[in-house]
């Protein structure tokens, strides 16, 4: 009997959501940069989303997704990487380093301000294996970063619930029945 309760109230409690304060948000960045009229690709747009740490000026910490063709090549999140130096954060091609764009390879950064969501003055350069590099042409028509809704908190379920009232009842008729007998 006792290891039913147990197992009853064990069962109950790990169905529970375990919850953690985090300071991670989940950023869109949303952007179309004008590069030049011969540059193989102009404009360029595309979506990225990341992870962000909330408390340290919200410099990115991973990438989630990313949504960019330049030149007919599709990036994938394995080919991006994130490189800060104090606020300022570089979201980039990891073929020649991110912080760097080199011609000869798909390549490509966006450089702004995690703080402020301001982009620096040069904010989007990329190659081509063709050609390249070619820099963004100042001023940025259209660039946003959207702090995405977090995830919705699991709430404990009917089933869960269900056990662990279960497994309370239990243990509570058994105290008292163990109390009566030593009594």
Sequence with gaps: MRFFILATL?????????????????QQLDF???VSNSAPEDPVSGSIV??????????????VSIDLTIDGHVYTVGEVGIDTVGVTATIGGTVNGVAIVG????????????????????PFSYATPSSGPWSS???????????????AVPTMGPIAAALL???????????LRTTRLHS
């Design 10 to 26: 064990a069962l109950g409690l790990a169905l529970l959501p375990l919850g953690s304060a985090s300071a991670e948000i989940t």
């Design 32 to 34: 179309t940069f004008d």
């Design 50 to 63: 990341i992870t962000a740490d909330e408390t340290n000026d919200n410099l990115p910490a991973s990438i």
């Design 103 to 122: 011609s000869g390879a798909h390549d490509f950064q966006i450089i702004y301000n995690a703080s402020t969501g301001a982009l620096s003055f040069f």
């Design 137 to 151: 042409i100042p001023p940025v028509p259209e660039w946003t970063i959207t702090t995405l809704p977090p995830p």
């Design 165 to 175: 009232m279960v497994g309370l009842i239990s243990a509570g008729w058994l105290s």
